[in-house]
């Protein structure tokens, strides 16, 4: 079982920079590949960012690619979210999740799920 908690969301100005975090309890943190999700209200759910239980590799949804980034601390069993440039396309909850071995743009192939952080960006 693993226990993901988000924190770092809020109301910001477009052009404004946010830290989401999210941290994990349960299984050893080193063994998960994590991943940011968001969902805008009325969208379906998309993938936003993973990183690999390595560390050693990331991929990005190219709607974020240049201005978000992914990173983990795996002695604090952290992953966090910094995101630059923000748009008001932006706005959605984001989800962080957990699943083993390699990383995945999919949804239904990540078996724990945070309860999400609200991030809102005007215009």
């Known amino acids: 079982q693993v226990q993901l908690v988000e924190s770092g969301g809020g109301l910001v100005q477009a052009g404004d920079s946010l830290r989401l975090s999210c941290v994990a309890s349960g299984r050893a943190f080193s063994t998960n590949t994590m991943a940011w999700f968001r969902q805008a209200p009325g969208k379906e759910r998309e993938f936003v960012a993973t990183i690999w239980w390595s560390g050693s590799i990331t991929d990005y949804a190219d709607s974020v690619k240049g201005r978000f980034t992914i990173s983990r601390d795996n002695a604090k069993s952290t992953v966090y979210l910094q995101m630059n440039s923000l748009k008001p396309e932006d706005t959605a909850v984001y989800y962080c999740?957990?699943?083993?071995?390699?990383?995945?743009?999919?949804?239904?192939?990540?078996?724990?799920w945070g309860q999400g952080t609200q991030v809102t960006v005007s215009s």
């Open positions: 999740a957990a699943k083993r071995n390699f990383g995945s743009r999919y949804g239904r192939d990540y078996d724990y």
